[in-house]
Structures are given as C-alpha cells and as structure tokens.
C-alpha cells in the first residue's frame, strides 16, 4: 500500500505520519506541493502543520497549490485522502469536505489530550473502530472549531466522523472535530492520530487510522 | 489602466468572533465600555486593467477563489483609478 504524504512549506508532522503508517505496515512516500500526478499512490495523507505561516487563513494558500488538482483527479478515482490538523483544514477550504474549521472560541492555541467519539466506521480510516467508540487523541491548534451552514445534511448522509465527548475545548458546532465527504473516503480530522499511534507517546488509539488505510 | 483595489473581509452576521471578543473584554479592563465590537481584515492592492468594471469582475474573482471563504465571510470591493 503505497501512501503519499504531502508536504508544503510549514508541514511539519509528516515525518510523524511516515512513522505511523510505517508502523502500521503500509509504504510512505512524501510528496512536495508541486506535483500534479499521484496516480502512483493507493492512498493519500495530509499531515499537520502551518503551511505557508497560515496567512490568510490556516489552509487557504495551500488550497490553491498545483497538488491539490492532483488530490482532486485522485479523489474522483476513489482514492482514500486523510487530512489531519492544518490538512483537515485544507481540505475544508478546498470544498472536498463541508464546512470551516476556524478561529477557537476561545481564541488560543488548544494542546492538550482529548478524548473522541468515533461517529463512523464507513471511511477506511475509521473501518476498524467500533461505532461511539471513545478513544484518545491529542489537539494542537488554534483554527479548529467546526462550523458548517447545513448540519442536518452532515447527520442525513452519515458525514459526522469524530466528536468531542464531554468537553467542547474549541466550540465547534455540535463538538464535531472530523467530518467526511459524501463518498466517506475524503477525511478532515483536527485531532492527531499520528501523535497516539504508539503506547510511549500516551495512546496507540490513533493507530488504527492508518491501519485502516493499509486494510482497505 | 492602473486601480486600486481595497477589499475588506468580515465575518459574517451571526459568526463568532473570538479576536473581537477578546478586544472587547481587553477594553472594558481600562474602563471602557463598548458594544458591538469587530474585526475587518483589508487587503490593497494594484492592478491594471481595462476599465474599472473589469477590475471589479477579476477583484471579485480573487475573493471567490482565494482572499475569502464564501462559508464565513462577507466582502466588499473598493475600485479607484489612479
């Protein structure tokens, strides 16, 4: 299973990614923003970090990127893409997931442990949770709070993939934190599975995330 | 034909503002009580063009696909010929 992970200026949890997906027995490659053609790749990940300093909006500049056309053309062969953090928020300005995720509410840069509801299992990376499983995952960032303009359309077509349980640390709607595409195989999860794919990082919860990339 | 533009991006009504929160809450700490407090960003720019209407439609163009996320935000575009 030969996954590309992608890399911008200010990507800076790719080398993470890799880690994980080796762990998780798949075949990592990095990919730089300049690349069209990643029909060489079973699977894509977006790693986390602050592409291009987040001017403008976290995410919006790498959007507009030569890459992106490619994660589009391999999206439309159903291809399996991850966006984690900074490429879940890519994604979302993209348009290949609903909705925004922006400034916290409280307006500071969230660190800290969370503990996840896995809403799904029907997207690759969630296909081997149990449905409203809890699991344990970090948060790192300051644009993370989910906002979206019809958030019955996300419930009618089973788009919801992970929530905050219990605390809501960044006031995203509904304490939705990952949601997916109409397809299920286009992913945006704020929280960090790469961070709790190993028991000496805290959590190996994250793992299966890439496991289910490699299984699919 | 040289223009400047001026587009200014808000949020839109409705839309928490949390940096605008924060100036609000900093404010009423030096005794000053103010209400309905927001934030604009503005992005200048120079372009040449045709006329000003075509400077409008590229200016508008750029807000759709890059300067704005049309989920959020509301802009408005100031053209003005130099």
């Not at chain 1, 001017?55 to 919006?60: E, I, M, S, V, W």
């Not at chain 1, 996300?154 to 934190?177: C, R, W, Y």
């Not at chain 2, 103010?34 to 439609?57: G, M, P, Q």
Request: aromatic content about 8%.
């Amino acid at each position: 299973m030969r996954v590309g992970i992608i890399r911008f200026p200010g990507s800076n949890c790719d080398r993470d990614v890799f880690h994980a997906l080796k762990i998780a027995g798949g075949e990592p490659a990095y990919v730089w923003w300049d690349q069209k053609d990643l029909s060489a790749f079973d699977a894509i990940v977006m790693p986390g970090g602050f592409s291009y300093g987040d001017y403008l909006r976290a995410g919006a500049i790498a959007a507009i990127t030569p890459v992106i056309n490619g994660i589009k053309e391999v999206v439309s062969e159903e291809t399996p893409v991850l966006g984690i953090c900074n490429g879940a928020q890519i994604l979302a300005e993209v348009g290949l997931v609903p909705g925004v995720f922006t400034v916290n509410s409280n307006a500071k840069f969230i660190c800290k442990w969370t503990d996840l509801k896995v809403k799904t299992k029907r997207t690759p990376f969630t296909s081997m949770y149990k449905k409203n499983e809890v699991i344990k995952m970090p948060i790192a960032h300051a644009e993370g709070r989910y906002y979206c303009e019809d958030i019955e359309k996300l419930h009618d077509q089973d788009q919801i993939v992970l929530k905050f349980e219990e605390e809501n640390p960044n006031g995203s709607m509904e304490a939705i934190t990952g949601v997916c595409d109409e397809t299920g195989l286009v992913c945006a999860v704020m929280p960090h599975p790469e961070r709790a794919s190993e028991t000496i990082l805290g959590s190996k919860d994250g793992l299966k995330f890439f496991k289910g990339i490699i299984n699919y | 034909m040289k223009y400047y533009a001026q587009v200014k991006i808000g949020l839109k009504k409705g839309i928490l503002n949390p940096e605008a929160t924060t100036i609000q809450k900093a404010l009423a700490l030096l005794e000053y009580e103010v209400k309905d407090t927001d934030t604009l960003k503005i992005i200048k720019f120079e372009l040449d063009e045709d006329n000003e209407e075509v400077a409008y439609k590229k200016v508008d163009e750029m807000c759709q696909r890059l300067l704005c996320n049309p989920v959020i935000h509301d802009y408005e575009i100031k053209i003005i010929s130099k």
